[in-house]
């Protein structure tokens, strides 16, 4: 059975950081690539960040400079680290995994920015 589980995220006010962190069981990580999304009340769901098995990653302009994901194999979980928070990151994040052509999501996480 493959599961991902996120934990992370909560209120911050606008210039702070928050980690979201999305552990994966029941997939070959270390194969996987894993991406974060975002989807905000009302809005469609946004691709975010993504990360390759090599390593590689790509970013989304709006969070470029501002978010890093990164992955850890031995534990088999990805993580968005965002600083410099703007209202406009509030949102339900979610993690995703694509493996042996498939998707699987994780159950999202809520992000809250204030000013």
């Known amino acids: 059975q493959v599961r991902l589980v996120q934990s992370g995220g909560g209120e911050v006010q606008a210039g702070g950081s928050l980690r979201l962190s999305c552990r994966t069981s029941g997939i070959n990580f270390k194969i996987a690539r894993m991406a974060w999304y975002r989807q905000a009340p009302g809005k469609q769901r946004d691709w975010v960040a993504t990360?390759?098995?090599?390593?590689?990653?790509n970013y989304v302009d709006s969070v470029k400079g501002r978010f890093t994901i990164s992955r850890d194999n031995a534990w088999a979980t990805v993580y968005l680290q965002m600083n410099n928070l703007k209202l406009e990151d509030k949102a339900n994040y979610y993690c995703?995994?694509?493996?042996?052509?498939?998707?699987?999501w994780g159950q999202g996480t809520q992000v809250t920015v204030s000013s």
């Open positions: 990360i390759n098995s090599d390593g590689s990653t």
């Open positions: 995703r995994a694509t493996w042996c052509g498939l998707d699987y």
